[in-house]
């Protein structure tokens, strides 16, 4: 139980593109969603905080404008990289946190996208 | 503010040796949940275990085992008889405990194991 995807795993892109990553929960629904980048060998920076049905709340430094995040439903929410550059290019993580139960408080991450813009 | 620290960065053991990873944690909150979770090179972030503040008990699920001490504010993890596949970079990890919904997760710096034969 408490499994989560991405798609997709990775992406090359080309500087000034958006890239959209999905987050999905596959066996439980997820009130909230979580979004870190991680850089090599660093430890992961929470971006912003995702509840389904509101807006999300971003981190200190993080522009949300850039950063576009959507959590439509229970079991996903959505990150876009808009007009990308070789700065963005990273470890992009996502956790969500199940509804109810022993688990409420836990976050269970997805595998990862790592993203390169050129 | 929360912080945790893990003054391991990097730590090599031969196979079968038994080995510790170091967590120390400040918090303001009465009530906080502390994690551990495993990131293998693969780069996903494996849940292992969950502590409630409140519950100071030790626990043991096969060759892993943890020790919190509310005392000291740690919450260290040993892997017993290690193996290759325990190879990973292991992240210790903080949050307010609100109930009901998941609290922002603070992580430490991570401690990277590198397990050889």
């Known amino acids: 139980g408490a499994v989560v995807s991405q798609h997709p795993s990775w992406v090359i892109c080309k500087s000034g593109t958006s890239v959209k990553i999905e987050c999905r929960s596959l066996d439980f629904q997820a009130t909230t969603m979580f979004w870190y980048r991680q850089f090599p060998k660093q430890s992961l920076m929470l971006m912003a905080t995702s509840n389904e049905g509101s807006k999300a709340t971003y981190e200190q430094g993080v522009e949300k404008d850039k950063f576009l995040i959507n959590h439509a439903s229970l079991t996903l929410s959505t990150l876009t990289v808009t007009s990308a550059h070789p700065e963005d290019s990273s470890f992009y993580i996502c956790s969500a946190s199940a509804w109810g139960g022993r688990s409420t408080d836990t976050q269970y991450f997805g595998p990862g996208t790592r993203l390169t813009v050129l | 503010a929360q912080k945790v620290t893990q003054a391991q960065t990097e730590i090599s053991v031969v196979e079968k040796e038994d080995v510790t990873l170091d967590c120390v944690y400040e918090t303001r909150d009465t009530t906080y949940y502390l994690f551990w979770y495993k990131q293998p090179p693969s780069g996903e972030l494996v849940f292992l275990i969950r502590?409630?503040?409140?519950?100071?008990q030790n626990e043991i699920s096969g060759r892993y085992s943890w020790n919190f001490q509310k005392s000291t504010s740690s919450f260290n993890f040993t892997i017993t008889a290690s193996q290759v596949v325990d190879s990973a970079v292991y992240f210790c990890?903080?949050?307010?405990?609100?109930?009901?919904?998941?609290?922002?997760?603070?992580f430490g710096t991570g401690t990277r194991l590198q397990v050889t034969l």
């Open positions: 502590r409630n503040s409140f519950d100071e």
């Open positions: 990890a903080l949050s307010e405990a609100r109930g009901g919904t998941a609290s922002k997760l603070t």
